[in-house]
């Protein structure tokens, strides 16, 4: 028995205890991730986004360092739009289905704006999953065919005007007769500034035969009549936003809810405009002529110094926040009229000792510097948004407009000019040319911004190009002619063009603003007749103050 047990013993050491004659098999390789090597389109360079790509030959490459396991495309590739909208593609494959080739299964609409993405549902034949996202962002190129029958040039202007003139007529708040601040807002907000706009397109409305002059001196009346009597104003100015109804104030901010001097201005140059127009001798237009006076005369303007009589002008004041805004109107800016109708007023002028030490800084607000080969006489790098040179020379005329500080005709023109050279340079490839120019403050996806070249995001005003006419009218009747001809089925609409657009992002915009709006008609109107230029500075008030500051020009 025991012998037995050795063997079994024996036995079972042999099999189960002793070393194996041969080493174990090694762990197999780990998987091989599955990478994406190479993007591109249409054989261009590498970018982040591809612009100006033909709708209709749009080929996306995708190389990857293993073959591709094509069922997995229906869930590892997506083409979408940047709205969202999805899009049926081809695949088709080389170089042992490494290489992977995306095209859209029809045309696509041009200036749209398409991702396709690659997920970690996209595997290898190996059944490995893509190691990192992947996209190829592009943006297909504009339709350059003609949208609407070719018109002359007086033609189309007037087509602009009479378009534009919608805005403040048809759209124009109905107890009131102000102008709404947008179209896409409160309907019953009115904006003062844009409201004095409004009053000099109706001048240029009834003008051009758009409404009788009964009917626009009805709807100035109205207009009138409601400032003098309903309108809530805090020594005499205005707030930047009414309720178009009762005339109260709709606070602008938290802080601004009181006066705002420098909308103010804007409507007192409609409103002086519109006393030079409605120039009859029945009574009616000798009534309105009188409120408009009444108006004026009440304005403040050297009360805006503060009580200590400083040698500048504030822009706010509010009953219960007094100047806690604290904000000086110091140029060069929008707000040059300000000055001058602060100088002119019959009532309650300021010295010119205000206007050089609180506007001009005592010649602080030169620059002199040169951008583009074009010098700029005053303000900020590269001028700033263009509508520093329009909302003030709405009214008052910068040809042959001299004073200590500038030559104004020069400083309109060249500011345009650098605006205009700065987007025909594009150095950030947002699809600007010599077509198409003009930055200025507006609305932008997903807000609003006072964009120039010194702060661009890629988003182009109508507005900036059409009010330059006066200052660069070759230019302009270019971007004009692009806007409506090219781009028309964007860009026109029910109150002429739209706020503002960008080729790059694509984006356009839904809405119109006053601002905006009144700038395109009053100053193509400064260009082709100079009718708001002449009847602004034919008032005799505007005579004696813009000399009292020392501008030389034919008209003072």
Not at 157 to 184: C, I, M
Request: glycine content about 8%; charged content about 20%.
């Amino acid at each position: 028995m025991r012998l037995l047990m050795i063997g079994v013993c024996s036995a079972f050491i042999f099999t189960n205890c002793g070393k194996s004659s041969s080493a174990p098999e090694p762990p197999p390789p780990p998987p091989v991730p599955f990478k994406l090597a190479e993007k591109k389109l249409n054989n261009l360079p590498a970018s982040d986004v591809y612009y100006s790509i033909d709708p209709q030959n749009a080929q996306l490459q995708f190389r990857f360092n293993a073959p591709v396991d094509r069922n997995s495309t229906n869930t590892g590739v997506s083409f979408r739009s940047k709205e969202g909208a999805a899009y049926t593609f081809n695949v088709t494959y080389s170089n042992n289905d490494s290489i992977m080739l995306v095209k859209p299964s029809a045309a696509l609409p041009f200036i749209t704006k398409f991702t396709v993405s690659l997920s970690s549902s996209l595997k290898s034949t190996d059944g490995i999953g893509l190691t990192e996202t992947a996209k190829i962002d592009f943006v297909t190129k504009i339709d350059s065919s003609r949208k609407f029958p070719t018109l002359s040039d007086d033609e189309l202007l007037t087509k602009v005007q009479q378009q534009t003139f919608k805005y403040f007529w048809d759209f124009a708040h109905p107890t009131s007769g102000l102008a709404r601040e947008r179209s896409n807002g409160d309907a019953n907000l009115v904006t003062s500034g844009g409201s004095g706009f409004g009053i000099m397109a109706i001048i240029t409305g009834i003008e051009r035969g758009f409404v009788t002059r009964d009917d626009g001196l009805a709807r100035m009346q109205k207009i009138v009549g409601f400032l003098k009597n309903t309108a809530k104003t805090f020594h005499g100015a205005y707030p930047h936003w009414l309720d178009g109804t009762t005339g109260n104030v709709i606070p602008f901010s938290a802080n601004d809810n009181g006066a705002d001097l420098v909308e103010t201005s804007y409507l007192v140059q409609g409103l002086l405009t519109a006393r030079q127009y409605f120039n009859g001798a029945d009574a009616a237009e000798m009534d309105l002529r009188n409120d408009i006076n009444v108006i004026w005369n009440r304005v403040e303007w050297s009360w805006f110094r503060k009580e200590t009589n400083e040698n500048v002008l504030y822009w706010h004041w509010s009953p219960d926040k007094a100047w806690q805004i604290n904000l000086p109107i110091r140029g060069w800016n929008e707000s040059l009229i300000t000055y001058v109708l602060a100088a002119s007023s019959p009532t309650h002028a300021v010295p010119k000792i205000v206007y050089d030490n609180g506007w001009a800084s005592n010649g602080g607000m030169k620059n002199g510097k040169t951008f583009f080969g074009i010098q700029l006489p005053l303000g900020p790098d590269f001028g700033g948004p263009l509508f520093l040179e329009h909302y003030s020379f709405l009214g008052i005329k910068p040809v042959d407009l001299v004073d200590t500080y500038a030559d104004y005709a020069l400083q309109t023109k060249n500011h345009t000019l650098i605006n205009y050279s700065y987007c025909v340079a594009n150095p950030k490839k947002y699809g600007y040319s010599d077509s198409v120019w003009g930055l200025t403050a507006s609305d932008i996806e997903g807000g609003y911004k006072a964009s120039s070249p010194a702060d661009d995001a890629g988003f182009i005003a109508p507005t900036a190009a059409l009010s330059s006419f006066p200052f660069t009218p070759v230019e302009s009747m270019k971007a004009l002619k692009f806007f409506y001809y090219v781009l028309g089925d964007k860009l026109w609409k029910e109150y002429g063009f739209i706020d503002a657009f960008s080729l790059s992002s694509p984006w356009f915009a839904g809405s119109f603003l006053a601002i905006d709006q009144g700038p395109v008609i009053i100053m193509i109107e400064n260009y082709r007749s100079g009718l708001l230029w002449n009847l602004f500075t034919s008032c005799p008030e505007i005579k004696t103050g813009m000399s009292a500051l020392g501008f030389t020009a034919p008209y003072l």
